[in-house]
C-alpha cells in the first residue's frame, strides 16, 4: 500500500476493493429519496437501531437466501430472527471469535485462506490450523485426517470451527463443490464427540457469479441450521463504504452474540440499514447486480487473456480459471519467493505493478506454505490496467528468472 501511495502511476492488482465506476451512486441517491420521502421513515432511521438489526433488512436477506437456494425459508430452517445486521462481514466474523473462542483454541481454515481472518483469529488468541485445497476448495479428507490427528493427540476439544469461503474463494478464486459441502457438514457433525464444532461458511462473493450454475449453500445441507454459521455482506456485491454485512446463526449461538455485540456497538448504524433495505425493497439491488457482474465479467476475461498472452508462454506460471469473485491466483516458477522484500516483487513494483503475496494466506501451522504462489485482483483496475499490469508482471519473472 505504501508503494502504492508513494508511486500512483503504479497498477494495484493488490487490494480487494470494488470497481469505482460501479459504485451504486445513482442507485443510492434514489434509496435516500425513498428513506426521506416521508419525515417518519427518515427520523426512524435517524434514531438508534436494534442490536440485532432492521427487521426489514434481515426479511430482505432472508428472502434473497430462500431465493438463491431455491428452498422456502421453512425448508431451510431459517428465520429473520437469527439473523444479526453487522458493520460488514468482518464484524460478524469477530464477533463469533468472541463468543466461541477461548486463547489457544482451534480454527480448521483452507490453506490458503482470507488473510484479514487468519490475522483476526491470531489476533483473537486462537490457533489457525491450515488444511489442504486444491481446484474443488477445501479438501474433506484432508479435514478428516486433520481432526484425527488432533483427536489423537487430545486436542480435538479445541476444535471449534472449520471456516470455509465456499464460493470464488479468497485468494484462490475456488468454489466448493457440491458433494465436499455435504461431506463437511457430516464432518462437522460427526466429529463433534469433544465439544461441537461448527462450519463458519463466508459467502462474501456468492453474488458475484460470472459464469455457470448456482450451487447451494453449506448451510442449505444443515437444514436444522445448528451446524453451519453463515455470514454475507453487501461489500463485495454493493458497497463496502457502507459497511453492511450479515450473518444467520445457530439458535444457541444466537444471545451470546447478542450480547457481545450489544456491549460493543447497540447495533450497526441504522442509516445504513435503512438504506440498503430501501434498495432491496425497490429491486434495485438486482438490476445492481446484473450491471456489476457484466462488469466484472468483462475484467476478469481482461486478466485471463492478458494472462494467456504474456505469463503462458514463459511455461512456468500456472493459475485456475475462477468463474466469478474478484481474484486469480498464480503459481509461479517452482523456487521463485513471491514474498514482500523479494526480487520478484520489487522488481514487478519498479515496472509498476502491486500484487499480494501467497505467503500472507497461509495459516502458521498445518501444510507448509509454498513460497511461490500470488494473488491478483482485477475489482479496481481498469481493464487497461489490468492488461499493463499483467504484461509489467510477465516481464518481472523474465527479469528475476534470469
Ligand atoms: C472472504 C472474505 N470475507 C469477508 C470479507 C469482509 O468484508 P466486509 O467486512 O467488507 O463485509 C472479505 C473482504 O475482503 C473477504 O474477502
Not at 441504522?270 to 450491471?291: C, D, F, I, K, T
Not at 504462489?373 to 519473472?397: N, Q, T
Request: one cysteine or more.
Amino acid at each position: 500500500m505504501a508503494k502504492g501511495l508513494a508511486h500512483p502511476e503504479i497498477v494495484s492488482l493488490s487490494a480487494g476493493f470494488a470497481d469505482q465506476e460501479s459504485l451504486p451512486a445513482e442507485t443510492m441517491r434514489q434509496a435516500w429519496e425513498a428513506v426521506w420521502s416521508d419525515g417518519r421513515s427518515a427520523r426512524a432511521a435517524l434514531q438508534y437501531g436494534t442490536t440485532i438489526g432492521l427487521p426489514a433488512l434481515r426479511e430482505a436477506i432472508l428472502h434473497r437466501f430462500a431465493d438463491q437456494e431455491k428452498r422456502t425459508t421453512a425448508e431451510l430452517g431459517a428465520s429473520s430472527d437469527r439473523i444479526v445486521i453487522t458493520a460488514g462481514s468482518n464484524q460478524f466474523l469477530y464477533l463469533v471469535g468472541e463468543v466461541l473462542l477461548d486463547p489457544g483454541d482451534i480454527v480448521l481454515c483452507g490453506a490458503p485462506s482470507y488473510y484479514v481472518y487468519l490475522g483476526m483469529l491470531g489476533y483473537q488468541g486462537a490457533r489457525a490450523i491450515g488444511v489442504a485445497c486444491d481446484r474443488d476448495g477445501l479438501v474433506p479428507e484432508a479435514v478428516e485426517e486433520r481432526l484425527a490427528a488432533l483427536a489423537a493427540s487430545g486436542q480435538l476439544g479445541r476444535v471449534k470451527m472449520i471456516y470455509v469461503t465456499s464460493y470464488f474463494d479468497n485468494p484462490a478464486g475456488t468454489t466448493l463443490s457440491a458433494p465436499r459441502r455435504a461431506a463437511l457438514v457430516d464432518i462437522a457433525q460427526r466429529w463433534s464427540r469433544a465439544g461441537k464444532i461448527y462450519i463458519l461458511e463466508d459467502i462474501a462473493y456468492r453474488e458475484l457469479r460470472y459464469w455457470g450454475d448456482e450451487v447451494p449453500s453449506i448451510r442449505a445441507m444443515d437444514p436444522g441450521g445448528e451446524t453451519v454459521i453463515l455470514t454475507g455482506s453487501f461489500s463485495k456485491s454493493f458497497s463496502p463504504g457502507l459497511r453492511v454485512g450479515w450473518g444467520l446463526l445457530p439458535r444457541r449461538l444466537l444471545d451470546p452474540v447478542l450480547s457481545a455485540k450489544g456491549h460493543i456497538d447497540f447495533g450497526s448504524p441504522n442509516l445504513n440499514q435503512a438504506l440498503m433495505a430501501a434498495v432491496m425493497e425497490r429491486g434495485l439491488y438486482a438490476s445492481h447486480l446484473e450491471r456489476l457482474r457484466a462488469r466484472y465479467r468483462e475484467k476478469l476475461e481482461a486478466m485471463l487473456e492478458a494472462a494467456d498472452r504474456h505469463l503462458a508462454p514463459l511455461g512456468t506460471v500456472s493459475w485456475e480459471r475462477p468463474t466469478g469473485g474478484l481474484y486469480v491466483w498464480l503459481r509461479m516458477p517452482e523456487g521463485l519467493d513471491t514474498g514482500p522484500g523479494k526480487p520478484l516483487f520489487e522488481y514487478a513494483a519498479d515496472r509498476g505493478v502491486l500484487y499480494v503475496p501467497g505467503e500472507f494466506a497461509y495459516p502458521a501451522a498445518g501444510p507448509e506454505s509454498p513460497k511461490n504462489r500470488l494473488r491478483l485482483s482485477f475489482g479496481a483496475p481498469s481493464c487497461d490496467d489490468i492488461r499493463r499490469g499483467v504484461a509489467a508482471l510477465a516481464g518481472a519473472v523474465v527479469e528475476v528468472s534470469r
